[in-house]
């Protein structure tokens, strides 16, 4: 029987991480983990997440403690406080917890659902998804939709550029409305930030970016925003800033102590992981940094306002979860069963073969007579496996795969002496290959026919409940 692995999952989010720690979690980029994680021994399928808030990784292996060892150094650097390991339920169900956004730092906000649709490609690119990520994946982002069609979860949910922009009107000591600001990238979040000071009717607002074009363009689309400049002009665009937003995906500091050098009095928010502002900046006399774990207090306003959708969301998440659970015990039960199917279909036509070359020696054979013995071995084969095949089925609703084994044991002593399909071929019977996967060897050419397709009563029988 092939077993279709476990998921374990490891995560360092700001629930438990700090932002530093959450930066070191993220050095390398998704697909790089991946490849990393799919060399570990015993992984056949890898998945990671990284945005501001979280490093996350998933493995999929034969074995629990495979898939555990496999993620051992995932965050090295992070102590263990701050480093969450989840077993194949935690896993399923903190997934569809994230994308929802129950687990955002901005309860229900919105960015997350791309952000992890963003992350399967990456991760199939370089072939981590497999059919267990899958399924597990889909139904996150499935559960995700839901939330935010169905309930209120998002209604009033604010970003982290708008968390930034509350921050700031409440420790500003003049109203926001008069404050010269700048926004240091004009990505995703950088956009947030802008579109959250435009809303806010600042006095100036310039977005400073690599590429010119790209801040250009997004200063087009803003209400105040006065100018668009690159990189190469943030020390004069700070010196001229009362508030800078910091929103860039650069790997190194964009803003430093000498950066601010003509700065005077000004306020630093760093939304960007990893940080944008070199943490040396904290000392420099006039100038005030904060970062995202600085927000907390600000979105926490946010996530009172919304706790009966985040109750509703919950319910919604359990009847996702029971399932999927449900889902994956159907097709393991499943692929036990069909491989049950394809030994006695292999005994059956080797037998059929001998009986029919026996009578044929004692006399001719009309097509209605072979017809009658091919009917009662199918006749046989089926009223034999019915009882099995209900006893696989209720033993995996139960997690019981011993039994599943030992019923299959019984059922034929010699099966596993019956050619039957690698594990990767069974897979790939079932559904297209995933990234980097490799073409599927030849079959046994005595197994060709059912090997391609199972008889008609045997699909029957599968689909019967």
């Not at 051992?72 to 569809?96: I, K, T, Y």
């Not at 005595?446 to 409940?465: K, W």
């Amino acid at each position: 029987m092939r077993s279709a692995g476990v998921i374990s999952g490891v995560s360092v989010a700001h629930d438990r991480a700090s932002v530093q720690e959450i930066e070191c979690a993220s050095e390398d980029d998704v697909q790089t983990v991946v490849d990393y994680l799919l060399a570990q021994e015993g992984v056949t399928e890898a998945f990671s997440l990284q945005t501001c808030n979280r490093a996350e990784a998933y493995v999929v292996t034969e074995d629990a403690a495979d898939g555990r060892r496999a993620l051992d150094d995932f965050a090295p650097e992070v102590r263990d406080g701050g480093v969450r390991h989840m077993d194949h339920e935690e896993s399923l169900r903190h997934l569809m917890r994230v994308s929802a956004g129950l687990e955002s730092l901005v309860l229900g906000e919105d960015q997350i659902i791309g952000q992890v649709k963003a992350a399967i490609e990456a991760s199939r690119d370089v072939g981590g998804i497999g059919p267990m990520l899958e399924d597990a994946l889909l139904k996150a982002v499935h559960v995700g939709e839901r939330a935010r069609s169905e309930t209120a979860i998002n209604e009033g949910a604010v970003s982290l550029g708008s968390a930034a922009v509350r921050l700031a009107r409440s420790e500003l000591d003049d109203p926001i409305e008069t404050a010269q600001t700048l926004v240091v990238g004009a990505g995703e979040m950088g956009t947030l930030a802008a579109q959250a000071l435009s809303s806010a009717d600042v006095a100036e607002l310039v977005v400073a970016n690599r590429t010119v074009g790209r801040a250009e363009s997004l200063v087009e689309d803003l209400s105040g925003a006065t100018e668009a400049t690159g990189l190469d002009s943030i020390e004069s665009a700070i010196a001229a800033a009362d508030l800078v937003i910091t929103a860039t995906s650069s790997p190194d500091y964009v803003v430093e102590a000498a950066t601010l050098a003509d700065a005077g009095e000004t306020m630093l928010i760093d939304i960007a992981q990893p940080r944008d502002v070199d943490p040396a900046v904290g000392d420099l006399t006039d100038v005030v940094v904060h970062d995202i774990d600085d927000l907390e207090t600000v979105t926490d306003q946010t996530e009172v306002q919304r706790e009966r959708a985040a109750q509703q969301v919950e319910v919604m998440i359990d009847e996702e979860f029971d399932r999927l659970l449900a889902a994956y015990k159907r097709k393991r039960a499943d692929e036990a069963i069909s491989s049950m199917y394809e030994a006695a279909e292999y005994v059956k036509r080797r037998e059929v073969s001998t009986a029919l070359s026996k009578l044929e020696a004692q006399g001719d054979l009309n097509d209605e007579q072979r017809e009658t013995v091919e009917s009662l071995a199918d006749a046989l084969v089926g009223q034999i496996l019915a009882a099995p095949t209900k006893s696989l089925r209720d033993a995996a609703g139960d997690d019981d795969w011993t039994t599943i084994q030992t019923a299959m044991r019984l059922f034929d002593p010699g099966f596993d002496d019956i050619p039957t399909r690698r594990p990767d071929e069974q897979a790939e019977s079932k559904r297209p290959s995933f990234g980097a996967s490799g073409s599927r060897p030849d079959r046994n050419s005595d197994r060709a026919e059912s090997d391609d397709e199972l008889p008609r009563r045997v699909l029957e029988q599968l689909s019967d409940d």
